[in-house]
């Protein structure tokens, strides 16, 4: 029976959490905080009964009613609901397991109910219900669960109509379930359970050949150190395995794969400092005895051939600048192994590089990810022996890792080509890819033993914020700039991309505090902070004003490609400005605000376009290799990427070359023009930013600034801007990074 109330609106208070069953919506505090539809009948038949144990068969017969589902499925809704109230099941604050019984809401609840402040009991017992409709003015609360309806729902139910019921369904499974509804119950179901959530950020899982055990690397907190660990999964209790740290020192470790029988981990560990190459590391499991075979260059990926006799690894190369695969073979000599180089395999300087390199079953061929940015990526598969290259998808989408299974003919990989990240599976022969039902997407990294019907995935979620400064005042400036103007703007969730407005008394930045991606606006003094967009998107970014400050430019992705669109400032009025077939990201405007700049992905390579802002049929710029394209305040230069170094073409003649002061250094989209200067930011290991200043017309460089971090480099998103005026500077920092390792049971694969 559902909870029916009259004028009045019941909110269900505990710690810094309350629930609006009208609404659909928890927060904490303020922000908003996603909830699936499950999970929240279930904390709402939770906050009914405070202090009191409920068993797991009146849980499931009160969400689930007449739908016949197994215990598992609720376990899994619970743990969805204690990662959206950050409960740790071994210390819970909120929501106590009892074992072998139920659950038990273990905190405090205020039943507040709207427009009648004195009915507020931190108990809440409930009146004598009485017959649904029966008001008189006070909140009437019938027995059973309430259930999350929308006014719309209840009045198609009472009016009988079949179609009400239909439409009913759709809202409910808005509401609470954005992402997908759970399996037909006469499938198996998918259990996740928490892993390893340890402090800190854990990350690249890889199962045992046998299954038994998990390798995987954790991120201190306090030291940044990153080090390997094995968990072992057991069969009845998979989170009380035991937990065995196999390395402790500074050097950063990677991309950790097994050797088939299942004795040796080979890894990736980075240098220390920049200028020295990194290492191919073979450790030894029971002895835990580690072993150089290789020096390197940074990798992108690593794996073991099926006969245990070569790897391949993914690595940059200088000066090419690109990420290519080098086969190597292992030999033995007395107890010591050594990796000697065999090939380059692949050597294309028209894409950016080969990631995550995987044998297939039998060792003959390798698949690996092809970039032509880090957002536009494909699977291709590499004949070892002929090293011939065929392409198997054609999606051009960020694929953030793969697998080829032993034991499947399929190939398996985590693509954002349906904006969220999902797993997906293609055959290596051909096809389109077929997209793995009844998982959570958005993970980012997995490993599978489907001998076991398992897989263990990494997810990591950053708490990224904005802080404006004042930028130091030039040599003779007397009047200092007002503190006033060092502030942040904060949430639990992601902030970034923010650009300051033509006059600089406002930014526009890119934010996920919704839960979707929106464009978000604020005074330059973080105040009068509002929503621009109302998009609802899973991939939107690349903000840029045009010289009025009327409109802004920005990506989006419509029908599963990223396009064009625009938002004026004051309305919020949207406009689609691209809606062809290609890729089309990262717009800026002309000087005269009367063409859009924008990169398109067009023949396999990176392109500059612009566009009528009135509309019209688009023009090419620069047809190879050009990215994140910016036109300079007097429209005389177009400033943009290749390959991460920033370079500059003369509008009216075409000539082009790098930015020759900046020494080759490899900025990426870490800069920023002015009607005066180029500021930029080179990459560093440290914490910090420095910036630099390159005057236009002396070509003069100078160090203007250093502000601390800890930053979070990226080749895609800008982390800092300044004001025309160059009197203020924004930037995006990481507040923390939080990464856990799950393992999601009674896997079954199609």
């Not at 179901?189 to 959530?197: A, D, K, M, R, S």
């Not at 902070?529 to 419509?558: C, M, N």
Request: hydrophobic letters at 35%; aromatic letters at 8%.
């Amino acid at each position: 029976m559902p909870l029916v109330m009259s004028k009045q609106q019941a909110i269900y208070r505990f710690g810094r959490f309350r629930l609006d069953p009208e609404a659909r919506q928890l927060f904490r505090d303020e922000e908003p905080i996603p909830l699936r539809r499950k999970s929240g009948e279930i904390l709402w038949l939770l906050l009914q009964r405070p202090g009191e144990l409920i068993s797991k068969d009146e849980i499931l017969e009160e969400i689930w009613q007449d739908v016949i589902v197994e215990e598992g499925t609720l376990i899994q809704q619970i743990y969805l609901l204690r990662r959206a109230l950050g409960d740790d099941p071994r210390i819970p604050s909120y929501i106590l397991t009892i074992p072998g019984k139920g659950y038990l809401f273990n905190h405090p609840v205020t039943l507040q109910i709207q427009g009648n402040p004195s009915i507020a009991d931190p108990q809440h017992e409930h009146p004598a219900p009485t017959a649904a409709g029966e008001t008189d003015g006070e909140p009437t609360i019938t027995s059973g669960v309430a259930r999350f309806r929308s006014p719309m729902r209840g009045r198609l139910l009472a009016g009988g109509l079949a179609v009400g019921g239909i439409l009913g369904a759709f809202l409910l499974w808005i509401a609470f379930s954005p992402q997908r509804t759970l399996p037909s119950v006469s499938e198996p179901v998918p259990i996740v359970l928490p892993f390893v959530t340890f402090p800190g950020v854990e990350e690249q899982p890889a199962f045992s050949p046998d299954g038994r055990w998990v390798v995987f690397t954790s991120k201190d907190d306090t030291t940044n150190q990153v080090d390997l660990y094995l968990k072992e999964v057991k069969e009845a209790e998979v989170t009380q395995g035991e937990t065995i740290r196999l390395t402790n020192d500074p050097w950063r470790k990677s991309w950790p794969v097994w050797s088939p029988d299942g004795k040796r981990i080979a890894f990736l560990r980075a240098p220390l400092a920049p200028a020295q190459p990194g290492s191919l590391m073979i450790l030894t499991v029971s002895g835990r005895v580690e072993q150089e075979v290789a020096q390197i260059q940074e990798g992108h990926g690593l794996d073991w051939s099926p006969d245990g006799k070569q790897l391949v690894v993914s690595e940059n190369r200088l000066p090419e600048r690109i990420c290519g695969l080098t086969l190597l073979t292992l030999i033995e000599e007395d107890g010591r192994s050594e990796a000697r180089r065999v090939a380059r395999l692949t050597d294309v300087p028209r894409i950016n590089g080969h990631h995550f390199p995987k044998f297939s079953p039998d060792g003959k061929s390798l698949v690996i990810v092809q970039s032509a940015s880090n957002v536009d990526n494909d699977l291709v598969l590499l004949d070892l022996a002929t090293q011939q290259l065929r392409q198997i998808t054609h999606d051009r989408s960020k694929i953030f890792d793969l697998q080829w299974p032993r034991d499947s003919r399929k190939i398996f990989f985590v693509s954002a080509r349906t904006q969220r990240k999902e797993l997906w599976m293609i055959d290596p022969q051909g096809g389109s890819p077929t997209q793995v039902k009844a998982l959570p997407g958005g993970f980012d990294q997995f490993s599978l033993s489907l001998a076991d019907s398992r897989m263990v995935v990494a997810q990591s979620n950053d708490d990224t914020d904005i802080y404006l400064h004042p930028l130091p005042s030039p040599p003779g400036e007397q009047k200092e700039r007002p503190s006033a103007w060092q502030c942040p703007i904060n949430t639990s969730r992601e902030e970034h991309s923010a650009r300051f407005s033509p006059d600089g008394q406002s930014i526009v930045y890119v934010s996920n505090q919704t839960g979707f991606w929106e464009l978000w606006l604020a005074r330059a003094d973080c105040t009068n902070v509002r929503q621009l967009t109302f998009l609802r998107s899973e991939t939107l970014g690349s903000p840029r004003w045009s010289p009025d400050g009327s409109k802004i430019a920005f990506d989006h992705y419509q029908d599963r490609q990223p396009q064009i669109f625009t938002v004026e400032t004051l309305t919020g009025l949207v406009k689609q400005r691209t809606a062809d077939n290609q890729r089309n990201i990262t717009p800026s405007w002309s000087s005269d605000g009367r063409w859009i700049y924008y990169t398109s992905r067009r023949q396999g390579t990176l392109q500059c376009w612009k566009l009528p802002e009135t509309g019209g049929e688009a023009r090419i710029v620069n047809l190879y290799d050009c990215f994140a394209p910016v036109e300079s305040a007097d429209g005389r230069s177009l400033y943009f990427i290749r390959q991460n170094e920033l370079w500059s073409m003369e509008l009216e003649t075409g000539k082009e070359g790098p930015v020759r002061e900046l020494g080759g250094k490899l900025v990426a989209r870490q800069w920023s023009l002015t009607p005066e200067a180029l500021f930029y930011a080179p990459p560093e290991k440290g914490p910090g930013l420095t910036l630099f200043r390159l005057d236009l017309r002396s070509r003069e460089t100078t160090q203007v600034a250093t502000v601390g971090g800890p930053f979070f480099f990226s080749d895609t998103v800008p982390r800092f801007d300044v004001s025309a005026d160059e009197r203020r500077l924004v930037t995006y920092h990481v507040e923390y990074r939080v990464g856990d390792i799950s393992l999601i049971e009674n896997l079954r694969l199609k």
